[in-house]
């Protein structure tokens, strides 16, 4: 099970490189950088320009996120770098293994939440593709947005 | 490998990169969350994970920096700047060996 858009809400989302696309809040549209810190209601997103890195707290909903995510090859690469390296550095990698995970999210996604036509996928060249998710699917303990359990509407 | 191993070894690389950074409260933080969905999945740690982390105080341990590595008598004693202790054996394959053992072991 690796990181393809349809597992992407029960996955680890520190680390991701994110961009805001809608908000609330005007001020937070367009805020991009990588999670750091993933709380129930929050992340904390860490944006670098300049040179200097400032870390902004977003509360999950009432925001879209468009998380970048890659295939796994090129994540291993990234990984290995340092982390001030991971901030500015969109790995280069096949292009059709990110466009096959594109096609398999299809419309199966979903997994938790009630809106899952408010997630939009395309995929963009050098292996990235995007995920657009609405915060409010993301609202969980960050330790057990994993788990399958409870999902069921039937007691 | 189901998506909680894998977040595990996601967040065993944010922890290490945070530590190389010096941020070693964020590396706490991972460590702990890393931890927390082992528990929460039944997983054990992977061994790299459970050598390089302090069980007293989570810190990610980076030999030289802010660990402390000594080789005993058929153990490994390695200490993190908390003051806490962490014994392993070394030697052959199996991992509960003594020293004298060794010499008839090896191919």
Redesign the interface.
């Known amino acids: 099970m690796a990181l393809t858009p349809e597992t992407l809400p029960r996955h680890e989302l520190n680390g991701l490189p994110v961009r805001i696309v809608e908000s609330d809040d005007d001020s937070r549209v367009g805020l991009e950088g990588r999670v750091v810190i993933e709380t129930t209601n929050t992340l904390s997103i860490e944006i670098r320009e300049n040179g200097d890195s400032r870390v902004v707290m977003v509360p999950k909903s009432g925001s879209t996120f468009e998380f970048a995510i890659t295939d796994d090859a090129a994540d291993a690469e990234k990984a290995s770098g340092t982390a001030s390296k991971l901030a500015d550095t969109q790995p280069a990698a096949t292009d059709d293994s990110s466009a096959a995970a594109d096609r398999a999210g299809g419309d199966a996604a979903g997994c938790r939440g009630d809106d899952p036509s408010r997630d939009r996928r395309h995929a963009a060249g050098e292996g990235v593709a995007y995920v657009t998710v609405d915060g409010s699917r993301l609202l969980s303990r960050p330790a057990r947005r994993t788990e399958t359990s409870g999902d069921s509407p039937w007691q | 490998?189901?998506?909680?191993a894998?977040?595990i070894e996601?967040?065993h690389?944010?922890a290490r990169?945070?530590a190389?950074?010096d941020d070693h409260d964020?590396a706490r933080?991972?460590v702990r969350?890393a931890r927390?969905?082992a528990e929460?999945?039944r997983l054990a740690l992977p061994r790299k994970f459970r050598r390089f982390t302090c069980d007293r105080c989570d810190a990610y341990l980076r030999p030289g920096r802010n660990a402390r590595v000594r080789l005993q008598d058929g153990h490994v004693v390695i200490t993190c700047d908390c003051g806490a202790h962490a014994r392993y054996p070394y030697g052959n394959d199996d991992g509960n060996d003594e020293a004298s053992e060794r010499e008839d072991d090896t191919p």
């Open positions: 490998m189901d998506i909680a894998e977040r996601r967040l690389e944010l990169a945070a190389t950074e964020r933080y991972y969350l927390r969905v929460r999945n």
